[in-house]
């Protein structure tokens, strides 16, 4: 990277900070917020370089970045990144002519999720045309684009400019940080409001989710390279997924880790005890060690599992009263997205399910679409399984994991875990890609 590109980037990335803060201290959207994004537009000489920054820069505001609030409204610096995002997106497919071939075997993925949006969109604009939906909820369906946004981009400049290793690299450094960050506070303190946090977000919801896509990343990362010290920080991972005290991950975990162990069972016998033995330690020594019970901690967890039927009634209250105002019109098509939070009557996630939320807002047809879309990611790892075996299993892993989170959590919703999964299923589908290209060259 040239001296003078490095200097305008690092203007810009100080320039956006003190935007966000004259943001939250004035009260108003600063003026440099425009003025810093035509700086890091003139900054761009090299669409490559600054491709990959802004690959790494969305990653780090995930993981370190804590979130704003802005008139009711929470903000995260991945929202201004987004804009960069956006704008290399229109540079790279419009004006450097990205090649779609590079990307033909995912070509079927692209075009369900894009079917998809359309017609959430669509669907959305009729019933805010009917006066059917408040105008200040439709930030859901821009939210939502933005995560496909996510997707797009990182696999676009994965496949183009081989930045699949500086990601993963990346993402590592980041994960251990949080994972040291993790021990610290259950060590020392326990930060969130049921158990430990992350750097970025203390809510056990969404520092649940986090921890468990970490865990299946160490997990990813001892299948690729067989080193031992991922799988010491796949363990830990494990441990402080529980230690978050989120009953979704929890069980979300154990239900992928159960498959792992079967799928070992027929595979890799040799391996299948390392494994085992290193899961069991790290769920059963979470119960049992002596200097855990008298932690904090350990209090809170028990409180959130005795409290199991208490939750799962009160939602199973809260689907049928939400979904009892419907009628078969409504169930078919729904009301349009963003319609969720007129129950809330603000921004607080008001479904309790990622499955209810579907059908409340874009009815059975968009729940179907939306089925397709994430099926087909399903599918296309299984395809490729025998090829790019870790990164297919991880797409497998992982996403099984969010369709049981998703049950009782809009984990395709909140903000961390929602832009977690649509970077981490479009990292490995990069590498999946790539490998099939060498081998289509090679025959």
Same mark, same amino acid.
């Given at each position: 990277?040239?001296?003078?590109?490095?200097?305008?980037?690092?203007?810009?990335?100080?320039?956006?900070?003190?935007?966000?803060?004259?943001?939250?201290?004035?009260?108003?959207?600063?003026?440099?917020?425009?003025?810093?994004?035509?700086?890091?537009?003139?900054?761009?000489?090299?669409?490559?370089?600054?491709?990959?920054?802004?690959?790494?820069?969305?990653?780090?505001?995930?993981?370190?970045?804590?979130?704003?609030?802005?008139?009711?409204?929470?903000?995260?610096?991945?929202?201004?990144?987004?804009?960069?995002?956006?704008?290399?997106?229109?540079?790279?497919?419009?004006?450097?002519?990205?090649?779609?071939?590079?990307?033909?075997?995912?070509?079927?993925?692209?075009?369900?999720?894009?079917?998809?949006?359309?017609?959430?969109?669509?669907?959305?604009?009729?019933?805010?045309?009917?006066?059917?939906?408040?105008?200040?909820?439709?930030?859901?369906?821009?939210?939502?684009?933005?995560?496909?946004?996510?997707?797009?981009?990182?696999?676009?400049?994965?496949?183009?400019?081989?930045?699949?290793?500086?990601?993963?690299?990346?993402?590592?450094?980041?994960?251990?940080?949080?994972?040291?960050?993790?021990?610290?506070?259950?060590?020392?303190?326990?930060?969130?409001?049921?158990?430990?946090?992350?750097?970025?977000?203390?809510?056990?919801? =969404?520092?649940?989710?986090?921890?468990?896509?970490?865990?299946?990343?160490?997990?990813?990362?001892?299948?690729?390279?067989?080193?031992?010290?991922?799988?010491?920080?796949?363990?830990?991972?494990?441990?402080?997924?529980?230690?978050?005290?989120?009953?979704?991950?929890?069980?979300?975990?154990?239900?992928?880790?159960?498959?792992?162990?079967?799928?070992?069972?027929?595979?890799?016998?040799?391996?299948?005890?390392?494994?085992?033995?290193?899961?069991?330690?790290?769920?059963?020594?979470?119960?049992?060690?002596?200097?855990?019970?008298?932690?904090?901690?350990?209090?809170?967890?028990?409180?959130?599992?005795?409290?199991?039927?208490?939750?799962?009634?009160?939602?199973?209250?809260?689907? =049928?009263?939400?979904?009892?105002?419907?009628?078969?019109?409504? #169930?078919?098509?729904?009301?349009?997205?963003?319609?969720?939070?007129?129950?809330?009557?603000?921004?607080?996630?008001?479904?309790?399910? =990622?499955?209810?939320? #579907?059908?409340?807002?874009?009815?059975?047809?968009?729940?179907?679409?939306?089925?397709?879309?994430?099926?087909?990611?399903?599918?296309?790892?299984?395809?490729?399984?025998?090829?790019?075996?870790?990164?297919?299993?991880?797409?497998?892993?992982?996403?099984?994991?969010?369709?049981?989170?998703?049950?009782?959590?809009?984990?395709?919703?909140?903000?961390?875990?929602?832009?977690?999964?649509?970077?981490?299923?479009?990292?490995?589908?990069?590498?999946?890609?790539?490998?099939?290209?060498?081998?289509?060259?090679?025959?």
């Amino acid at each position: 990277m040239n001296n003078r590109l490095f200097t305008l980037i690092l203007l810009s990335f100080v320039g956006i900070v003190t935007s966000v803060y004259l943001t939250l201290n004035v009260g108003l959207l600063s003026i440099p917020i425009v003025l810093t994004l035509f700086l890091f537009l003139l900054a761009i000489t090299n669409y490559r370089k600054a491709s990959v920054f802004v690959g790494l820069a969305l990653i780090s505001s995930i993981m370190l970045i804590p979130k704003i609030k802005y008139a009711g409204i929470n903000l995260r610096f991945d929202d201004y990144v987004s804009l960069f995002i956006a704008f290399l997106l229109i540079v790279i497919l419009f004006i450097i002519r990205y090649e779609e071939r590079t990307i033909t075997s995912a070509k079927g993925i692209i075009t369900l999720i894009i079917f998809y949006l359309t017609y959430c969109s669509l669907f959305t604009a009729i019933q805010l045309l009917l006066n059917n939906l408040n105008p200040l909820f439709l930030l859901y369906l821009v939210k939502e684009i933005q995560y496909f946004l996510y997707f797009f981009f990182v696999l676009i400049i994965c496949t183009k400019y081989s930045a699949d290793e500086n990601l993963i690299k990346w993402f590592t450094y980041l994960s251990i940080a949080t994972v040291a960050w993790g021990i610290y506070q259950f060590i020392f303190t326990s930060r969130g409001y049921y158990g430990i946090g992350m750097i970025s977000e203390p809510a056990s919801s =969404q520092s649940g989710g986090a921890f468990f896509t970490i865990s299946l990343f160490f997990l990813y990362l001892y299948e690729l390279k067989r080193k031992y010290l991922y799988g010491l920080f796949f363990l830990l991972s494990v441990w402080l997924t529980f230690a978050t005290v989120s009953r979704a991950a929890m069980v979300a975990l154990v239900f992928v880790l159960i498959l792992y162990i079967l799928r070992l069972i027929f595979v890799n016998r040799r391996k299948i005890l390392t494994i085992y033995l290193m899961s069991c330690f790290a769920v059963s020594s979470f119960f049992f060690f002596p200097w855990i019970k008298s932690n904090s901690l350990y209090q809170k967890f028990y409180e959130r599992i005795n409290t199991i039927d208490e939750g799962s009634n009160f939602r199973m209250y809260i689907w =049928q009263s939400r979904l009892s105002t419907y009628d078969l019109f409504d #169930l078919i098509f729904g009301r349009g997205k963003g319609y969720t939070q007129t129950f809330s009557k603000g921004f607080t996630l008001a479904a309790d399910s =990622q499955y209810v939320r #579907l059908l409340l807002e874009i009815g059975i047809i968009g729940l179907v679409l939306w089925l397709v879309v994430i099926f087909s990611i399903l599918f296309f790892a299984v395809k490729h399984y025998r090829t790019s075996k870790p990164e297919s299993m991880f797409i497998i892993l992982f996403t099984l994991g969010y369709l049981v989170m998703s049950i009782t959590h809009e984990v395709f919703m909140v903000a961390i875990q929602g832009s977690l999964y649509w970077i981490m299923i479009s990292l490995m589908l990069s590498k999946i890609i790539v490998v099939q290209n060498r081998l289509k060259k090679a025959s």
